[in-house]
Every structure is written in C-alpha cells, then in structure tokens.
T-cell receptor, first 108, second 118 residues
Framework: RKEVEQDPGPFNVPEGATVAFNCTYS??????FFWYRQDCRKEPKLLMS???SGNEDGRFTAQLNRASQYISLLIRDSKLSDSATYLC?????????FGAGTRLTVKP | DTGVSQDPRHKITKRGQNVTFRCDPI?????LYWYRQTLGQGPEFLTY????????KSRLLSDRFSAERPKGSFSTLEIQRTEQGDSAMYLC????????????????FGSGTQLSVL
C-alpha cells in the first residue's frame, strides 16, 4: 500500500462546478498535511496547509480526519485557471511524502 | 531571482555515464530536499539535509546515488553508471527554520533537472 493515496482522476469539470479530491495516508504518526498544486511541466507549489479543524482559503476548503486518516480538498466555483494537478502531501518529522496527484481540467 | 535554482535544466546522457546536478536553495533556508518525479506520479523523496548534515535517505536511493551539501549552502546529486530507469525529473526544494510553523513547513521547489538516459 502506498503511503499517500489519491483519487486517480482525471477530473474534467465545467467552469463554475464544485469538485472534491480525496486523499488517504497510511502512517498514523503523520503530523502535518498539505495540498500542493503542480501545473504542467512546472514545479509543485503550496496551495494550502490542512488543519484538524478544517480551513478555508477563498474558494478552497481543506478537511482532515485523523481517525480515518483522510484528507480532502473542495474547490467551489471552479475557474479555468484551476486546471492543474493537485498533490496531497503528508509530513512526519522532516519527511514529506507526496501522493501521485489528481489531474483537474476545468473546461469553458 | 531569489528562488531555488537548479542546474542544468536538461541533461541527456548515455547509459553507464555519471551525471551531477546542482541545487542552490534560497539563501536563508537550512533544509534542503531532493525528490525524483516521473510522468504521472508525485515527487518521490530521495534525501534530506539540515545544513550540511544528511539526515535522511530513502531506500530508493541506491548505492549509485550520492548527495552532498558540503558547506550547508548548495547541494549536488550525483548518479553513477546511469540506467534508463533513472530518467526522471529531479527536483530540489528548500525550507527555512526558525520562523513560524507555517513558514517552516512550506517547501520551495526549483524548476528541476530533467534527466534522459539513452
């Protein structure tokens, strides 16, 4: 079993749609959680951290369920510019492990 | 440009040759990571430095791979006797220490070195 598993995707949605990505992790001792965004042929960039209480940044909402070892990302009112690969990241000590990513394409 | 820089951007080599990549992290960042990424996959952790000390090394990193960060600033990743399976994007990332938890945990990636082994 991979340490970080994500929805395989790809997700193809129209502009304005709401889309949700899921991620599960295997190491119960994991300490911190993140979503990174990676555009085609570019480096990953931090989208947002994920806190136990859940957190929101504009159209993006992240949730963490430690008991189920599950992380989610919700994008509301999706824009063409949201098209990218979304990477779930789990950290234990200084070791940051990435999921394989979920590809999102937002179409006009 | 004060971001993470990697050199070269692209490297084409023949199987069996040695290659070396360089990473210059953001100057005040103590932590430096190397990752490898292949098409359709997320970045795979290779190794981690805090200052000049190599603190973690993945089981993926065979004896042919070695990384150094001699003065706690730039780092090099060398692959000896390259194999076709080594073809990938090699990403370097850095992060600071001493700030808030939020800033310390953020990884800043370079643009990567794309390696093609023929």
């Amino acid at each position: 079993r991979k340490e970080v598993e994500q929805d395989p995707g790809p997700f193809n949605v129209p502009e304005g749609a709401t889309v949700a990505f899921n991620c599960t992790y295997s190491n119960s001792a994991s300490q911190s959680f993140f979503w990174y965004r990676q555009d085609c042929r570019k480096e990953p960039k931090l989208l947002m951290s994920v806190y136990s209480s859940g957190n929101e940044d504009g159209r993006f909402t992240a949730q963490l369920n430690r008991a189920s070892q599950y992380i989610s990302l919700l994008i509301r009112d999706s824009k063409l510019s949201d098209s990218a690969t979304y990477l779930c990241v789990v950290k234990k000590n200084n070791d940051m492990r990435f999921g394989a990513g979920t590809r999102l394409t937002v179409k006009p | 440009d004060t971001g993470v820089s990697q050199d070269p951007r692209h490297k084409i080599t023949k199987r069996g040759q040695n290659v070396t990549f360089r990473c210059d992290p953001i100057s005040e960042h103590n932590r430096l990571y190397w990752y490898r990424q292949t098409l359709g996959q997320g970045p795979e952790f290779l190794t981690y430095f805090q200052n000049e000390a190599q603190l973690e090394k993945s089981r993926l990193l065979s004896d042919r791979f070695s990384a150094e960060r001699p003065k706690g600033s730039f780092s090099t990743l060398e692959i000896q006797r390259t194999e076709q399976g080594d073809s990938a994007m090699y990403l370097c990332a850095s992060s600071p220490t001493g700030g808030t938890l939020a800033t310390n945990e953020k990884l800043f990636f370079g643009s990567g070195t794309q390696l093609s082994v023929l």
